[in-house]
């Protein structure tokens, strides 16, 4: 039970620390904030590396696998948009 | 639990995520923001690849090289005025991603989950199921920002009823999956043994997962998608964190619940921007009983002038203040626009842009689209500040912009009754570019192009937009 509870903790304090950095945002900002907000949840590609990582049986592969390429498409592909989005606001 | 070294760069990519976010939230610093999270990303990944004995690197790589190319191409070449439809289908994968991590530790338990203890077999069934529904409501809200699925609430009588029995089953059925005696109790009622269950009722709740994500947002407005997207992300969020539970993975939990919370925030302020609160996006339909306003269009009076008309008007003010709404963008007449802005500037007119907070298709999309036609982000004024300037205001032209202008909001008995509107009526003179009278998204007529002070400059945008830069300049 130690362990679940440690994993508790961090969910809620992160949870917290979330509410708090993006508590203040200009809606200039909302959408690239979405953007990039939206290729963090990619993080979901470290479960699916450690799950491919040592699979054995066809169908746990096939799902990692599959899970690999839709999160590394969410990461990439939204770390990219969200720059090409920032980089245009400029002040003059 | 991984080796320190990997425990210990999972902590520095923690901080980095987090500081990332809060830079964000600025203007000058959400560059290096976004490029410190993408940092935080890459570390993750490659300390998670050195620190585990990979089996086939083949499939590994290639599947990572497969997903950066294609989120490498749609990111890279896709059209600005597309931005919501695309982060919904990004968020679809992550959530997606999600569903099939927690798939495959299913199959690796021997599609016997509560032989894996009761925490770990709850946060299976719940990764499983925020991510497949997080998979398939994107993908609902791409298909209507897109045009494939229609735009419009979709209803069918009983369907709160039909969404709750089809919640409370996969309760039941995720229940029966996670602990031994739930599936002990359940499995005689479907003639099978507890063990036995396991495999077809992980199917059921993620066939049921799926058709919920499908239900929950098919009945939503098109105009109401990006809420919709901004909550779903927040979904994704969370199925990341849950899976972080699944795995016993620090780096999981920290970035998925970070996103979580940021995601609800930002839901919160689009909501707060539309006036109109969750639940009502939620199960408000909206967008069907807007129809039954009032039509008293055509019927009234309106004053209307071609290009070189509103060019002297526009050219002979002290200050402008350009309203765009998604008319503009639909056009692409912003860059047109952008050149207007400059001939005028250069005639010494002070002209700046009243951004609502909601126009566009997203909340913050026009200050993107605008940004994109070189526009200077300290021109853009928030709605609180525009509306304390149109006192002042010589001229306000608005682009393609309708219901973030109409003055029924200040009335109560109106179905926008209550949502922040700019107060351009209050401008000396207003000049309305737009393709006809006919109403916006809520659906209802405008009293504001039947002002005496108001000018209607009727046609398509890009085309107005090109005949009143030729003007300006010889006006």
């Given at each position: 039970m130690g362990e679940l509870l440690i994993l508790l903790y961090i969910f809620v304090l992160a949870t917290l620390a979330g509410r708090e950095v993006i508590s203040k945002v200009p809606p200039t900002l909302h959408t690239p904030l979405m953007s990039g907000a939206n290729a963090i949840s990619g993080i979901a590609i470290i479960g699916a590396l450690m799950v491919t990582a040592?699979?054995?049986q066809l169908w746990v592969k096939v799902l990692g696998t599959a899970g690999i390429v839709m999160a590394t498409i969410n990461v990439v592909g939204g770390f990219m948009v969200t720059d090409r989005m920032l980089q245009m606001f400029r002040k003059r | 639990m991984e080796n320190t070294i990997t425990q210990i760069v999972y902590l520095i990519s923690a901080v980095l995520f987090v500081s990332g976010i809060k830079l964000l939230s600025s203007p000058a610093t959400a560059r290096s923001g976004n490029a410190r999270a993408s940092l935080a990303m890459l570390l993750a990944i490659v300390v998670t690849l050195l620190d585990h004995e990979i089996l086939n690197w083949t499939t590994v790589l290639a599947a990572m090289a497969a997903g950066a190319v294609i989120g490498g191409l749609l990111a890279r070449y896709i059209?600005?005025?597309?931005m919501p439809q695309l982060v919904a289908v990004f968020n679809g994968f992550g959530g997606g991603a999600s569903a099939a991590v927690a798939a495959a530790e299913f199959v690796r338990a021997g599609g016997n989950s509560p032989s894996l203890g009761v925490d770990v077999g709850v946060t299976i069934v719940l990764s499983t199921l925020i991510g497949a529904v997080t998979f398939s409501g994107s993908l609902i809200a791409f298909g209507k920002l897109q045009g494939i699925v229609t735009g419009k609430p979709v209803t069918f009588p009983l369907q709160k009823t039909f969404n709750g029995l089809l919640f409370l089953l996969t309760l039941l059925v995720g229940a029966s999956l996670a602990h031994v005696a739930v599936a002990d109790a359940v499995a005689p009622l479907v003639g099978m043994g507890g063990l036995e269950i396991s495999g077809p009722f992980f199917l059921t709740l993620v066939v049921a997962a799926l058709i919920l994500g499908v239900l929950l947002v098919i009945p939503i407005g098109g105009a109401d998608m990006p809420v919709v997207v901004s909550l779903l992300n927040s979904y994704s969020g969370i199925a990341a964190a849950t899976t972080g539970f699944v795995l016993n993975n620090y780096i999981l939990i920290i970035a998925g619940s970070l996103v979580g919370a940021a995601g609800l925030i930002l839901t919160q302020l689009m909501c707060k921007a539309m006036n109109r609160s969750l639940g009502n996006v939620a199960?408000?339909?909206?967008?069907?009983?807007?129809?039954?306003?009032?039509?008293?269009?055509?019927e009234r009076p309106v004053r209307d002038v071609d290009a070189e008309q509103a060019a002297m008007v526009l050219a002979y003010a002290g200050s402008v203040a350009v309203v765009p709404g998604y008319g503009l963008a639909v056009a692409q007449a912003q860059h047109e626009l952008k050149k207007v802005c400059d001939l005028l500037e250069d005639r010494g007119v002070i002209v700046r842009f009243g951004v609502?907070?909601?126009?566009?298709?997203?909340?913050?999309h026009m200050n993107v689209l605008l940004a994109e036609a070189d526009v200077s982000y300290d021109k853009l004024l928030d709605l609180d500040d525009i509306n304390a300037e149109f006192d002042s205001t010589d001229v306000v032209l608005i682009v393609g912009a309708n219901d973030v202008v109409n003055p029924a909001a200040r009335d109560p008995d109106s179905v926008i009754a209550g949502m922040p509107i700019l107060d351009v009526d209050k401008a000396r003179t207003v000049i309305v570019m737009k393709r006809s009278l006919s109403p916006g998204f809520a659906g209802i007529d405008n009293d504001l192009f039947y002002m005496d002070n108001t000018l209607m400059f009727f046609g398509d945008a890009r085309d107005q937009m090109t005949e009143l830069v030729k003007e300006v300049r010889e006006a």
């Open positions: 040592a699979a054995g | 059209e600005m005025t597309a199960f408000g339909a909206f967008g069907t009983e807007g129809q039954t306003a009032k039509a008293k269009t055509g609502h907070p909601v126009a566009g298709r997203m909340p913050g």
